[in-house]
């Protein structure tokens, strides 16, 4: 049986980060679970795209639009199932066996725990809240997100948006959203420089004011001002 998974990660000068989150997706390529991996980019002025290649990724390219991109990705893909990951989130071990539950299943999208790599209370905090927003039915894109290809496709897929992307289509599939048992651990140096409370609470207003009818647009170019 052919591999059924295709990995999907947007990128945008995320050299730094991509070998670690590579690194962790060889477990699934052992098992036999992963088909391809695929990297769609945004313009990268690093060298985001070399290294993508040096791993053996196909890299599709495009303008910076995360839900654009995701769109290029997934349009790219071949497998049964989509996986995609942010650039900067590292599986953790053993996950490869938690997948191989979910993919029995093809009526509901799964997303892993969040945890980051750098602890603390503020960090533990944070990743609390992020999970019990997740098992009320809206897990972020840094907590990854499984997905059949039909299933994404009934629900209308990735919007082309600069921001909330992840929301959109969180939104569009509530109540077929489930936990994987394995975590999704993602890098805490912007909650660092930007302060832990500072950074989540922006990241809460961001999302209430999306809800309201923001349009992503508005909102991207807010954050872009704050970081």
């Known amino acids: 049986m052919r591999a059924q998974i295709s990995v999907i990660v947007p990128t945008l000068n995320t050299e730094a980060t991509l070998a670690s989150c590579f690194g962790a997706l060889m477990e699934g390529l052992d098992a036999g679970l992963i088909r391809e991996l695929i990297v769609s980019d945004g313009g990268s002025e690093d060298a985001s795209g070399a290294v993508a290649q040096a791993w053996g990724a196909q890299v599709v390219h495009g303008p910076a639009s995360r839900g654009g991109q995701l769109q290029r990705g997934v349009a790219a893909a071949q497998g049964e199932w989509l996986l995609i990951l942010h650039a900067d989130t590292v599986l953790s071990k053993g996950w490869t066996d938690a997948i191989r539950r979910k993919i029995l299943d093809k009526e509901t999208a799964s997303w892993f725990s969040l945890a980051f790599d750098q602890g603390g209370g503020a960090a533990r905090l ?62 805490a140096d912007k909650y660092r420089q930007q302060g832990w409370l500072r950074r989540g609470g922006r990241n809460l207003w961001t999302l209430v004011r999306y809800v309201a009818g923001t349009s992503p647009e508005r909102l991207a170019q807010a954050y872009r001002r704050e970081t």
């Open 126 to 187: 944070v990743a609390g809240w992020a999970n019990l927003r997740s098992r009320m039915g809206l897990p972020y894109g840094d907590q990854g997100l499984l997905i059949h290809r039909d299933l994404y496709t009934a629900v209308g897929g990735y919007l082309d948006q600069p921001l909330m992307e992840d929301v959109a289509i969180a939104r569009a599939l509530r109540g077929r959203l489930t936990r994987i048992d394995a975590q999704a651990v993602t890098s």
